[in-house]
């Protein structure tokens, strides 16, 4: 099948989408969320009540059935309109939905999907720590089982959404140090819990959810809160390195395709609007020769994308593939976004214009869910180039 041809649901999708976008998500709104850092609870509640968050969810839990290619597409579009909402809802279909549908126990299925596809439930990741990067096992925040309950102590970074969630999705080390990779385990630690502390972090972009340290001081969480019940109990890095990271690379090219695709909508209708030397610069050799750099870099990205989504949708693991479309995708649209803030000219670099934003909101995207340099070593250990 052409990467590009859809399925029927698929062009329906879009169009919902596109109404939805047209009806609650108006540029002066979406401009006015980024300007005060603001999530639109109310825009988040509505997609739930379209059905979107249940692109993730099994039918036996009231949602449509996995669909990879699906939730790509909302992705692309939702982030390419607003990061106010597009980044809430990854929190809730892939951060929850996907997760709990794979790794969480048949209690936690039952008791949590359904509020994902209903109520459009939100988890933050806390995995990250102030000395803890790529280097996921070597976390530090501990979790002490005493009686029925656990007790965290320890610190999060980079916990994006972690006060608009519903539960915070902490790894946590439940063993010895030395055997990092056994000793771990995650934990569904409710946002409200006594014992957090909240402090922002002023980021360039990504604005809406805020991103948080979270510091957890004696924070006690029933033991059922475990990802997976008996099951996740030191298992954490298994879930971790399961299907689910494969989507998530995919959720972050995702991302990166839909900015790069409204960065490129918008210098193409500047181009031919603006007015120099008695002539639209879009007739000027060097715009269109921009121009036509960034429409192909953006097909190439987006055939990518949804070719690697179909593979997952077909094969359910797709490591490589999905190590190479997030390392191109993500490097291709920062470069396609900040070559439609040169077509702008000055105007690319001011406020008045969403150009701005979206050259803030993609400069993350080679980082976030792995970086480039990770991707890169993905690449050649999984095509086992010789150490």
């Not at 126990?105 to 720590?129: C, H, N, T, W």
């Not at 916990?159 to 519903?166: E, M, Q, T, Y």
């Not at 385990?185 to 991103?211: C, F, H, I, R, W």
Request: with cysteine; glycine share 8%.
């Amino acid at each position: 099948m052409n990467s590009l041809s859809e399925a029927d649901h698929i062009l329906m999708l879009r169009e919902t989408l596109s109404r939805f976008i047209e009806r609650e998500m108006p540029l002066e709104l979406v401009r006015k969320w980024d300007h005060d850092n603001h999530f639109p609870r109310d825009v988040h509640r509505k997609l739930a009540e379209l059905g979107l968050m249940g692109l993730t969810v099994p039918a036996e839990y009231g949602g449509g059935g996995r669909d990879v290619r699906a939730t790509i597409v909302a992705i692309e579009i939702l982030c390419g309109r607003s990061m106010a909402v597009g980044g809430p809802y990854i929190q809730s279909a892939c951060y929850a939905g996907l997760n709990i549908a794979e790794v969480g126990s048949e209690r936690q299925k039952r008791e949590i999907l359904p509020k994902v596809v209903s109520d459009g439930m939100i988890f933050a990741y806390g995995i990250s720590e102030p000395d803890v990067g790529a280097d996921v096992a070597s976390v530090r925040a501990t979790a002490k089982a005493d009686g029925d309950r656990l007790i965290i102590n320890g610190s999060k970074r980079f916990c994006s959404g972690a006060k608009i969630s519903d539960y915070i999705y902490t790894l946590v080390r439940t063993g010895p140090q030395e055997d990092k990779y056994r000793n771990l385990t995650l934990v569904l630690v409710p946002s409200d819990a006594d014992g957090l502390t909240y402090e922002a972090q002023d980021a360039m972009g990504l604005k809406g959810t805020g991103t948080y340290d979270v510091t957890f001081a004696d924070v006690a969480v029933p033991l059922e809160n475990v990802v997976g019940e008996e099951a996740g109990w030191n298992n954490a890095w298994s879930m971790l390195l399961g299907p689910g990271l494969d989507i998530e690379k995919m959720e972050v090219a995702a991302m990166a395709l839909g900015i790069a695709s409204a960065a490129v909508e918008e210098a193409w209708a500047y181009a031919q609007e603006r007015i120099q030397f008695g002539q639209p610069i879009s007739a000027f050799q060097s715009i269109r020769h921009m121009l036509a750099e960034v429409q192909t870099k953006l097909h190439a990205c987006r055939v990518l994308t949804y070719q690697t989504a179909d593979t997952l949708d077909r094969e359910g693991r797709a490591s490589l593939e999905t190590s190479m479309a997030k390392l191109f995708v993500c490097q291709a649209a920062q470069e396609i976004v900040l070559t439609c803030q040169q077509v702008l000219g000055a105007y690319g670099y001011i406020k008045e214009f969403d150009m701005e934003r979206h050259v803030r909101d993609i400069l993350i995207m080679p980082i976030l869910g792995g970086s480039s340099a990770i991707q890169k070593n993905n690449i050649c250990n999984m095509m086992k180039l010789k150490k």
